[in-house]
């Protein structure tokens, strides 16, 4: 077993000041948690699939050679400035680029100077891998619905079963994205919507107890009523990385959040 | 850099101005890292003939409502000096790595904030000289002046029309509009707008060959209704029916995925005022299956050239 730990994380701008509201705290300990358990898990490599970064015309798989630079956020450009750097084990992207390729999923590796990494993968490995493990990233292709996502996931996972080192697979994803759309005041961020706030109790009460019957339900109805992120894509893509091909062990939901009116989570599988 | 001047600032001139990055790959501009063999000649000749207008008109200054540069939260407005770095496209990065440099001109974006806030709209200056250029604004300014030599104003496509619906979001735009054309009118500029817009969306999942991302025998409409949609939205804007374009937007935007949901044209429109005379159509043509129509709105005060103003779409 290579693949060694799993996790799903929200982040946004608005973690880089966790003292401004108690949940974004939350969340921030939330990420520090599950990179202490990397570190106790030995974790060699990490693999992160956002929902931030989109693909269209088929996969893409980030194999920078230069990754580095200085980020601006496109909503945030007034606080939120991250310097980056990403080591990048290119063989490892190529060769997921290359078994996705041969099971139908083509693609290309990415390896361009200033290729624009999405906000949310850089805050991400900024909590989870402060000693900078080698990684790779895998986009979120927007024509690959939940099913072809999954079926992409255990495609990768059985190349990522059969490398030396052990793994970590991150998805970085919302729950809901309802933003709040005028200027709040950050210390009194909350998650937006009753039907939101329900759908995210009843998420983590199904995932925690694993119910995966209530979960689908769960996703089908009340999922269908809010605005969900890419449609939790980032469920089938964690569950096409799961040994059987589906969820079997109760989730360890270490927390969920507002982020500006959205909903976050940090929750390991 | 212009300098204050108050009152009788006008639009000289609109675009609708498509941002397929392939248009700039295929032009082989120095700033563009990757090079090409060319293509989609049809569309890059559309828009010299806009190149041309826009050297004529004299503007002071060029503003692109982009639907790259996404914002959740109100308005914003590229509002610092300058602007310059690298864009790739992270969609097309094979074909897009772009190092830009361009003038700002912050007073209007700075009224134009203003006017968005006077009007009741949520709207944010973009100051940070650090921040990343978004292809449709570059595509779209390199397209209409590859010299580069008249200052911008980039505005960003908030992204209400997708997170509301498509009367709240199309609103959004339309007062978007009307605060950009009386900042323009406060300032004393001469202006050209340019929405960064695609018509049709729908395109092929893969590159039909990604030996020659320039290959012409492979480009085509993604298919006939999306076509036939295309037509239908450029003879309205060519005969002037401004209302009737309105009424059948949102059902274009429906089934053929029109970028122009995300509020560019709107924009332009309403701040033109809702032009009821024809749009002239410079061209016409696919990009990976999209439908890109280059078209020129030309005030009744602004100089026409002679195939304008003979009539023609009038
Ligand atoms: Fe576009």
Known sequence: ?269 | MKTTRSGNGEIVAGFLAPHPPHLVYAENPTQNEPKSRGGWEPLRWAYENCRQRIKELKPDVILVHSPHWQTVVGHHVTATPRLEGRSVDPIFPHLFRFDYGMDVDVELAEAIVDECKGAGLEAKPMQNPKFRVDYGTIVSLHMLNPDWDIPVVGISANNSPYFYDDKIGQEEMSQLGHATAKAIAKTGRRAVLAASNTLSHLHFPQEPNPGLPEDMSCEHIQSQAQYEWDVKIINLLRAGKIDEFFEVMPQFCREAFAEIKAGGLTWMLEAMGRPRYGAKLHGYGTVIGTGNAVMEWLPDNSPKSDSQASGGQK
């Open chain 1, 1 to 269: 077993m290579t693949v060694v730990a799993r996790a799903l994380v929200s982040t946004a701008p608005q973690l880089l000041k966790p003292e401004l509201n108690p949940a974004y705290g939350g969340l921030v300990n939330g990420l520090q948690a599950v990179e202490v358990d990397f570190k106790k898990l030995g974790v060699e490599r990490i693999v992160y699939w956002s929902t931030q970064w989109i693909s269209v015309l088929g996969q893409m798989f980030q194999a920078g050679s230069d990754l580095t630079g200085t980020h601006v956020d496109e909503n945030w450009h007034e606080s939120c400035e991250l310097p980056f750097h990403f080591r990048v084990d290119q063989k490892l992207a190529a060769e997921l680029c290359a078994g996705a390729a041969k099971a139908g999923f083509p693609g290309q590796c990415i390896d361009y100077r200033d290729f624009p990494v999405d906000t949310a993968t850089i805050i991400a490995d900024r909590f989870l891998n402060p000693d900078k493990i080698p990684v790779t990233m895998v986009a979120c292709n927007v024509y690959c619905d939940n099913e072809k996502t999954k079926s992409l996931a255990s495609e990768l996972f059985k190349i990522l079963e059969a490398r030396k080192e052990k793994i970590a697979i991150v998805a970085v994803s919302l729950l809901s994205t309802s933003y709040h759309t005028s200027t709040i005041d950050l210390r009194e961020d909350a998650i937006r919507g009753d039907e939101e706030n329900a759908f995210v109790a009843n998420f983590v009460r199904a995932v925690s107890s694993a119910d995966w019957i209530t979960l689908s339900k769960t996703i089908a109805h009340d999922g269908a009523k809010i605005r969900t992120d890419m449609g939790l894509k980032a469920l089938s893509w964690l569950e096409g990385t799961m040994p059987a091909g589906r969820f079997s062990q109760p989730w360890n939901v270490l927390v969920t959040g507002p982020l500006y009116g959205a909903s976050g989570i940090v929750a390991q599988l």
